[in-house]
C-alpha cells in the first residue's frame, strides 16, 4: 500500500536509527572505547543529541556549518572537526564556534597548523588539534610515524595551540598493521615531553571489530545510524537495519522487464561504492535500478517486473550519507507512523 | 593566483554561459529549429530569461518546482515539463501552473494521462500533451508507433486534454532510425482527425547535428549553457567553452604524487558519463581526480604534483548539471571579474 507522501521523498524510520545507535553505544560501552559519531551522515541535530544521550563523548563534523548548526540545535559540547582548515576567513569562523563548545581540529601539514595558530594565537586556551595519520587508507594524513611526531611537535611550538593526539581514518580490515603504526607515532612523540592522550579511529565497515585495535580511546562514526546497501553487502547489518530509505513512484513501465521510477541522481546519487545498480529495492530482490538519470532511475529485470504506474518503491541507497545530503526535508517516520518533514542542517553550504 | 573566495565553490562564467547560448540559438535559427532549453541544467531564472531573450520560443523543465521557480522569477511564458506527472497533487499544482504560463506535459501511459485528465476535466483550455517516444534511448516513451497513435487518440478522448505531438530523447547518433520511428508514428496519428504540430528532440552530444533531423520542430538542450567534461569528450564543445567550474583548494599534499582537494562527492558528484576519474583540473593535464570522499577528492599523479597546501584549482566537472544542483549558490563572475553570489532555485525538492 501507499504511503500518503509525494515522491522521491528520503525516509528515515526513528525506531531503527535509534536501534542503531543503542547498539553501537552498547558495544563501545562493553569495550570501554569512546564514541564519537560523525553527523555528515545525517545532519539533523536532534539525532546528534539523541547520539550524545546515549553516551556519545561529543560529535565529529567534517564542515564547520555542520559543527555551527549542531552546536545551535542539537545541544551539543564537544565537536570534532575532521578537516584540515584552510583560509583565515574559516580559521575566524572556528574560532568563533570555540568560545561556544569544546572543540578540536585535525591538521596533517604545517601550513594548515600555522594558519590555525595565526587565528588563535591570542585565544584564551588553545586549540587542540589532533595530528591526522595515513595508516593506509591513502587520503589525507602524514605518511609516516616520523612525520607524525614532528608535526605534533611543531603543533606543540606554535602559539595558541595545543597537540591532542593523533587521528587515523584506517583502512578496513588491517587493525593489525594500523597499531603498529599508530604505537610507534606514541612511541616517537612520548620520547619528547609529549603525550598521546588522545587516539581517534573510525570507518563503519569494520565497526564491530574497533575492540581489535584496542589502543584507540575513541571511534568515529557517522553511516551507522542508518546504514545502507554498501554495509548490508559487507555483511556489517540487515536491510531491517536499514533506518534511510528512498520512497519512490513508478512512473513508467515502458515494457514487461522495464521500468521508471522517479527517482535519479539527484535524489539516489551516482555514488556506487564498488556496487553493481543504484540501490536495493526492498522487497524485490529481482530488479535491478541500472541507469540513472537526473529526476529518473531505470529498473530493469530478467522476468517481468510485476509493476504498475503508481506503485511506490522503497529504495535502500548504496551510500545514505550522500542521499541525506540531497533534499531539503528527510521525511521522519516510526514504523508506518509518518511524523513529518524534517530540516537537513547546513546543506549545500561552501564552509 | 587564487581567487578571492571560499572553497569549494561552484563558478559560472556568465561570459562563456551567454556566448555558448548565442552560438547555438544562432546554429538553430539557421536551420529553421526552434529552441527549448531544458533549465535542469543551471535553475537560474536570470539564465532563463537570457535563453528566451536570445530567441527561445520557451523552456524545458524537469520538476515542477522548477518549472514555478522560472515562471515566477524569469520572465518565462511557455514551459514543457518533459516528465510523466502523477499524483492527485502534483496535477494540481500542474493546473494553478497552467493558469500563469502556456503549459504543457508529456504522457507515455494512460495512468499518467487520466490522472492528467481528472485535474483538467474542467479547465478553461485544455492541457497540451505530447506522447512520449522510445526511440532508443530505452528510459521512458510508448514502445512502437503504433502505441504512441493509440496514446494519441486516448488523449485526445479524456476530457481537458489535447494532444499535442510527439516527444522523444533521441539516442546518440541515431538520426535515421528516430526519424524513421517518430515519421511512422506521425503517419498513423494522421490518418485520423489528429494532426502533429510538434516534434520536440533534443540531447547535448548530438547538438550540432541537430538538422540530420529535420522533422523535430523544436530541440530540447541543457548541457550547452555550461559544457562539461563530458562534452568535451565527445568533442562537442573545447575546454574554453565550459562555463561551469568548481574551484577547490589543495588542503593536504601527503605525497610528492598524491595531493587532496576540499571538493568531494558532494559538490563534484560521483558522476562518471563513463569517463575515468571525477574531473578535469585546468591546466593540469597530467592530475587525475581519482577517488572522491563526501568533503575531499584525492588528486594522483605518475609524476611530483608540484602542488602545495592553499593552491586552488579550477575543476571541470564530469557532468555539469548535477554539480549545479549541490549548493546553495554558485558564484557568478565574468572572467577574471567575480559578481557574486546566486541562489540555485528550486534545489532540493521533492516536486
Known amino acids: ?22 547498539a553501537f553505544q552498547s558495544y563501545c560501552d562493553s569495550h570501554g572505547l569512546q564514541l564519537r559519531p560523525h553527523i555528515k551522515t545525517h545532519k539533523l541535530p536532534r539525532l546528534a543529541k539523541f547520539q550524545v544521550q546515549q553516551g556519545a563523548i561529543g560529535i565529529t563534523c567534517q564542515k564547520i556549518t555542520e559543527a555551527e548548526a549542531m552546536v545551535a540545535n542539537g545541544d551539543i559540547h564537544d565537536v570534532l572537526l575532521t578537516y584540515n582548515i584552510l583560509g583565515r576567513e574559516k580559521v575566524a569562523r572556528l574560532r568563533a564556534l570555540s568560545d561556544r563548545v569544546r572543540l578540536s581540529v585535525v591538521a596533517d601539514n604545517i601550513t594548515v597548523a600555522q594558519g590555525l595558530s595565526d587565528g588563535f ?13 595515513n595508516t593506509g587508507a591513502d587520503r589525507c594524513g602524514v605518511a609516516t610515524p616520523a612525520a607524525a611526531a614532528a608535526l605534533a611537535q611543531a603543533i606543540k611550538d606554535l602559539p595558541g595551540l595545543q597537540f591532542a593526539g593523533l587521528m587515523t581514518y584506517p583502512p578496513a580490515g588491517a587493525a593489525t598493521a594500523v ?82 521510477i522517479d527517482a535519479g541522481s539527484k535524489v539516489l546519487t551516482s555514488d556506487l561504492l564498488g556496487l553493481d545498480g543504484f540501490g536495493h529495492v526492498l522487497g524485490h530482490p529481482d530488479l535491478t535500478i541500472d541507469q540513472l538519470s537526473e529526476e529518473h532511475g531505470r529498473i530493469v529485470s530478467d522476468a517481468p517486473t510485476g509493476l504498475s504506474v503508481g506503485d511506490q518503491l522503497r529504495i535502500v541507497p548504496n551510500h545514505a550519507c550522500v542521499v541525506a545530503n540531497m533534499l531539503e526535508h528527510v521525511t521522519l517516520l516510526r514504523g508506518d507512523k509518518i511524523l513529518g518533514p524534517e530540516p537537513v542542517a547546513a546543506r549545500g553550504q561552501v564552509w
Open 179 to 260: 597499531t603498529t603504526w599508530l604505537a610507534e607515532a606514541k612511541d616517537l612523540i612520548e620520547t619528547t615531553d609529549l603525550t598521546v592522550d588522545v587516539i581517534s579511529s573510525g570507518g563503519s565497515p569494520d565497526m564491530w571489530r574497533a575492540h581489535e585495535m584496542p589502543m584507540a580511546t575513541e571511534y568515529r562514526i557517522g553511516t551507522y545510524i542508518y546504514n545502507d546497501r554498501s554495509l548490508v553487502t559487507r555483511g556489517t547489518c540487515q536491510w531491517s537495519d536499514c533506518a534511510l530509505t528512498v520512497l519512490a513512484t513508478v512512473v513508467s513501465t515502458p515494457t514487461e522487464t522495464r521500468a521508471v
Open 1 to 22: 500500500m501507499n504511503l500518503p507522501l509525494d515522491t522521491p521523498a528520503v525516509l528515515v524510520d526513528l525506531d531503527i536509527a535509534e536501534a542503531n545507535v543503542r
Open 121 to 133: 594565537a591570542d585565544a584564551a586556551t588553545p586549540l587542540p588539534v589532533l595530528v591526522e595519520c
